[in-house]
T-cell receptor
């Protein structure tokens, strides 16, 4: 299996621009998680989906952030407009739906907003 | 809500020496407990997890962890560290039978010296 695939791996953009991060979960997994990792705040859960339905988006920082999962094999995290404080590594992870299931992480997207 | 504390930000050990990374959790009952490892520029990978039963859990790469209810701890150990173990280690907790939301600790960065 190819594992969780994220693109792009690196993104540099200017403040105010729209940023779209993409994730392809492991085939057969039906839970998908978006995390943000920063030095100051560590690893934070932004949102997660079960069977393509958003279950909990309480970690989404503000309305500038949105996430979609149009089908079982694709999800996007969009930031519009981006700000320098959004600079972080964004991880996507997938798992089976069940308590205690292992989450499989993608390699992350390193975002720098200038 | 559950929380997890990793009191050591950085640890340095010599190659071949033993290792113990500390993790304490806060939760009303016994949560699901995990240890993940993150190599530089990579996503997180599960080392081991504990749900119930035998309090000594074996994981991949020669790691083990011991659950101690009386101390609310789940420390990670390895008898002999290899240079390739240099990475950041995250302890995590999840409420049993709950909503799949995993709370990660702030991580312990391990440096291995020859």
């Amino acid at each position: 299996d190819a594992g969780v695939i994220q693109s792009p791996r690196h993104e540099v953009t200017e403040m105010g621009q729209e940023v779209t991060l993409r994730c392809k979960p492991i085939s057969g997994h039906n839970s998908l998680f978006w995390y943000r990792q920063t030095m100051m705040r560590g690893l934070e859960l932004l949102i997660y989906f079960n069977n393509n339905v958003p279950i909990d988006d309480s970690g989404m920082p503000e309305d500038r952030f949105s996430a979609k999962m149009p089908n079982a094999s694709f999800s996007t995290l969009k930031i519009q407009p981006s700000e320098p404080r959004d600079s972080a590594v964004y991880f996507c992870a997938s798992s089976l739906i069940a308590a205690g299931e292992t989450q499989y992480f993608g390699p992350g997207t390193r975002l720098l907003v200038l | 809500a559950q929380s997890v504390t990793q009191p050591d930000i950085h640890i340095t050990v010599s190659e071949g020496a033993s290792l113990e990374l500390r993790c304490n959790y806060s939760y009303g009952a016994t949560p699901y407990l995990f240890w993940y490892v993150q190599s530089p520029g990579q996503g997180l990978q599960l080392l081991l997890k504990y749900f119930s039963g035998d309090t000594l859990v074996q994981g991949i790469k020669g790691f083990e962890a011991e659950f101690k209810r009386s101390q609310s701890s789940f420390n990670l150990r390895k008898p002999s560290v290899h240079w390739s173990d240099a990475a950041e280690y995250f302890c995590a907790v999840e409420a049993p039978g709950g909503d799949q939301k995993v709370t990660f600790g702030t991580g312990t960065k391990l440096q291995v010296i020859p």
